[in-house]
């Protein structure tokens, strides 16, 4: 059964650092996102991404954010300078055309944690 | 503001119990919602989705969904240890928002 795969599974930095989290969404798939769970809170939403570009993005998503789909797997996301409050399970899903109401699948997460 | 409430738990229920579990929604505007279940660490797995007013029958789980009163709910029959789990409501327009989830502990 195809599946979302995010790599790493585990990243450490330090505080101002860049780091890129990587995902392989499901290759018919045309919708992206990117999703963040900081450790006891709710799922948050962070991007949606289609045909290259942002299609919607929350306001957790600033200007230290950015996604890339620098070839026809990857999707990327960059953080520019990593803050303690970054720390958090980073999560890829992607939906077949990102219809309202579509069924989004998951990846495992990276967990990414900043010293 | 679009907010999804989600009472945290835990609720603790018996092997063999139906555990029921619900979910408030505040924007209007969305139209499809969504049960997913989170193992500790893990990320959330899709149990099912509603769409329509009324009931939704897969297997042991029923998703009902009222939106006149903005209100979702999952009923897991023949509950098993395995089932203890968070589980998270979500409503969308596109983007996911997700509740809290409700922790679920089912004693064996």
């Keep these: ?103 989004q699948y998951f990846g495992p997460g990276t967990r990414l944690l900043v010293l | 503001q679009k907010e999804v409430e989600q009472n945290s738990g835990p609720l603790s229920v018996p092997e063999g119990a139906i555990a029921s579990l619900n979910c408030t929604y505040s924007d209007r505007v969305s139209q499809s919602f969504f049960w997913y279940r989170q193992y500790s660490g893990k990320s959330p797995e899709l149990i099912m989705s509603i769409y329509s007013n009324g009931d939704k029958e897969d297997g042991r789980f029923t998703a009902q969904l009222n939106k006149a009163s903005q209100y979702v709910s999952l009923l897991i029959r023949d509950s098993q240890p395995s089932d203890s789990a968070t589980y998270l409501c979500a409503a969308s327009r596109r983007a996911l928002t997700f509740g809290s989830g409700t922790r679920l502990q089912v004693q064996p």
């Design chain 1, 1 to 103: 059964e195809p599946e979302v795969t995010q790599t790493p599974s585990h990243q450490v930095t330090q505080m101002g650092q860049e780091v890129i989290l990587r995902c392989v969404p499901i290759s018919n798939h045309l919708y992206f996102y990117w999703y963040r769970q900081i450790l006891g809170q709710k799922v948050e939403f962070l991007v949606s991404f289609y045909n290259n570009e942002i299609s919607e993005k929350s306001e957790i998503f600033d200007d230290q954010f950015s996604v890339e789909r620098p070839d026809g797997s990857n999707f990327t996301l960059k953080i520019r300078s990593t803050k303690l409050e970054d720390s958090a399970m980073y999560f890829c899903a992607s939906s077949e055309t990102g219809l309202a109401g579509e069924t």
